[in-house]
């Protein structure tokens, strides 16, 4: 049972543009979301992350949508980059009393054209 | 300060083989978790430590996987008979417990993985 979903599978933006990557999920006791970058070679690192009490959340470029009626979250790279293209996990867990263990989407790997 | 670091990078190793993996984690940091990341896929939750003991083990796919974190600081993931499905970048993660006055869940810095080939 996949518990988190995450779409496109792969993304090509121009230079400039807007890169939306969206995941669903299934368990409703999920508390935590967090978004994660990797390159090729290296480990994911964490990027931005929410809890479902707000629904929104912006740090710089990255923003985080969430709609926990939808069970549905989004990353969005506002003025995307080439040193943005990497492949993006979405991420979810149940807390600290579950271990904080993470579950993750498949990724999406993300072009950005110059 | 320095990162969470894997050793060995790459390891090749035959069928049916031994092969142990290492992870430094960051200093101070309690909590210690196992993923596995297949080719083309996301990570996927093995086992999480907090201190010395296997909180959860949940994630270790048969009785050929175990690891152990006997100080509370490296930790080492063994898998026994190796069969080439065991192939896939092996990452670790560390991070900091919550406070005593609870708090919330806090962020996993991850390593850059060894990549694991069995032929």
């Known amino acids: 049972q996949q518990q988190v979903k995450q779409s496109p599978q792969s993304l090509i933006v121009q230079k400039g543009g807007i890169s939306i990557i969206n995941c669903a999920y299934e368990?409703?006791?999920?508390?935590?979301f967090p978004w994660y970058q990797q390159f090729p070679g290296k480990g994911p690192a964490l990027l931005i992350a929410i809890r479902p009490d707000v629904s929104e959340k912006k740090e710089g470029r990255f923003t985080i949508s969430f709609n926990k009626s939808a069970k549905q979250f989004s990353l969005h790279i506002m003025d995307s980059q080439p040193g943005d293209s990497a492949t993006y996990f979405c991420a979810a867990s149940r807390g600290w009393e579950y271990g904080n263990k993470l579950v993750f989407g498949a990724g999406t790997i993300l072009r950005v054209k110059s | 300060g320095a990162g969470v670091s894997q050793t060995p990078s790459n390891k090749v190793t035959e069928k049916g083989k031994y092969v142990e993996l290492r992870c430094d984690p960051i200093s101070g940091h309690t909590a210690l978790y196992w993923y596995r990341q297949s080719l083309g896929q996301g990570p996927e939750f093995l086992i999480y430590?907090?201190?010395?003991?296997?909180?959860?083990d949940s994630g270790l796919p048969n009785d050929r996987f175990f690891a152990v974190r006997p100080e509370g600081s490296v930790s080492t993931l063994k898998i026994q008979r190796t069969e080439r499905g065991d192939s896939a970048v092996y990452l670790c993660a560390s991070s900091r417990l919550p406070g005593l006055a609870g708090g919330s869940t806090d962020t996993q810095y991850f390593g850059p993985g060894t990549r694991l080939t069995v032929l």
């Open positions: 430590f907090q201190g010395t003991g296997a909180a959860d």
């Open positions: 368990n409703t006791a999920f508390d935590y």
